[in-house]
């Protein structure tokens, strides 16, 4: 298979189409390759226009909703970022492009030490997998600029908010009622908005994000 061929059309036909204009993003999404951070029974289906839940409770939503999702996020190169539930470690790998530094947690360790010597093979100096309680974050390592969740999520914890700076956001895909939609949390000193940014598909909810946490939006 072609993935470099296969990356150009998911750039084209997913991505461009869809209000996502920042090269930023596109040149990140065209370098990285999705099929290196799947397992390797995955790799074929990776450009597939559907979200692929490939180990339990992780997917890998379409190219079209994580690009949603980064624009909506607007990372920085100078922000510190954080990516809880990262999995294979593909969302670490697109924001570590895009910002200064990003702190990956995940809870399963086959998974933490997978995606650590992905990013690894593919030159990512800037990103670092933390195995973990992601729905607990890293308070050790903020507070943070930006965090991004790479999956659907019911609620969100207050442990996350909390890691996040004055003025810092956080970008997740809210899944409630069978509808998915883009969002960004803002902190505001003490306190928190939410707005909406665009309808997405993604539906798989990792544990820990589901309607027992904290944050309902």
């Excluded at 084209?12 to 596109?26: C, E, G, H, T």
């Excluded at 559907?50 to 992780?58: M, Q």
């Excluded at 030159?123 to 195995?131: K, L």
């Amino acid at each position: 298979m072609d993935y470099a061929a296969a990356r150009r059309q998911m750039v084209d036909s997913q991505v461009r189409p869809n209000n996502v204009p920042d090269l930023a993003i596109q040149n990140a999404l065209l370098t990285v390759p999705r099929e290196d951070f799947l397992p390797s029974d995955w790799r074929a289906q990776a450009y597939v226009e559907r979200e692929l839940a490939y180990a339990p409770g992780r997917s890998l939503v379409t190219a079209r909703d994580f690009a949603m999702l980064l624009a909506a996020a607007a990372p920085g190169k100078s922000d510190l970022a954080l990516l809880p539930a990262c999995g294979g470690g593909y969302a670490a790998a697109v924001l570590a492009a895009l910002t200064d530094m990003v702190v990956a947690i995940e809870d399963d360790a086959a998974l933490a030490a997978a995606a650590q010597e992905a990013l690894e093979a593919n030159g990512v100096t800037n990103a670092v997998v933390i195995e973990g309680d992601s729905a607990a974050g890293a308070p050790d390592q903020g507070p943070f600029d930006l965090i991004l969740i790479p999956q659907a999520v019911a609620t969100v914890p207050d442990a996350l908010l909390r890691q996040l700076k004055d003025g810092g956001r956080l970008a997740a895909i809210q899944r409630n009622d069978h509808v998915s939609s883009g969002v960004v949390i803002a902190r505001h000193d003490e306190a928190f908005s939410s707005s909406r940014r665009f309808g997405a598909t993604a539906s798989l909810i990792p544990d820990g994000f589901d309607a027992k946490a904290s944050f309902a939006f």
